[in-house]
């Protein structure tokens, strides 16, 4: 269900400006998850079945403003918002008229989710590996959980030169989801209202 799968959808930053000191794949990601203070994108994610063929397109737009908050607006098939704001992530789907509601904190620690609080060393939960270039022309880079309790397998990051392109995740359930990001807007201004979610009348809330 793709509220259970919030945490499969991290993004990390995203800059064409920066200057690198080392064009190491695992060097730029560093550099991107430090670099940004806010970014908009366009999305379109993809779903897999167990067998590995696409069972699903999305497409939305996603926000980000660090520290803790980010915004996934899902338009297409489905209307449904992901938003994350002073320590807590609510999940709306509109077609459920259901809203959830969970705590952004140690108990989610070795989530992809974390990434994007500008809070977590990747080095100290994940393991970071290069896997090199494939045939859509970017650069990707494995991250694997230390916490054998995380939840997933991997992620991986794509970086098309100096610039995120996609991510990648694998869960423990045998489900992939795989995202690829266009019109990146670096450190635009971004009105604190995108952050404040209210519940639509008539949905049920439900809060861990």
Do not use: C
């Amino acid at each position: 269900m793709f509220l259970k799968q919030i945490f499969a959808l991290v993004f990390l930053i995203a800059t064409t400006h920066s200057v690198w000191a080392d064009d190491a794949p695992i060097s730029r990601l560093k550099s991107f998850l430090a670099s940004s203070a806010s970014l908009t994108a366009d999305f379109k994610q993809i779903s897999f079945d167990k067998s590995g063929r696409p069972a699903q397109n999305s497409f939305g737009k996603f926000y980000l403003s660090r520290p803790g908050k980010f915004r996934w607006n899902y338009q297409k098939p489905f209307v449904q918002e992901i938003v994350s704001n002073a320590g807590k992530v609510w999940f709306y789907d509109a077609d459920l008229e259901q809203v959830t509601v969970k705590q952004l904190d140690d108990s989610l620690g070795s989530t992809p989710a974390l990434l994007l609080t500008g809070e977590v060393d990747i080095e100290e939960k994940f393991i970071l590996q290069e896997q090199g270039k494939e045939d859509d022309g970017m650069n990707w880079v494995k991250l694997s959980p230390k916490n054998e309790e995380s939840g997933f397998k991997y992620i991986l990051i794509g970086l098309n030169g100096n610039q995120l392109g996609g991510m990648e995740l694998s869960d423990n359930f045998g489900q992939l989801t795989r995202i690829y990001f266009s019109n990146i807007l670096l450190n635009p201004k971004l009105d604190d209202a995108l952050f404040n979610f209210k519940a639509p009348k008539g949905v049920d809330v439900f809060e861990n």
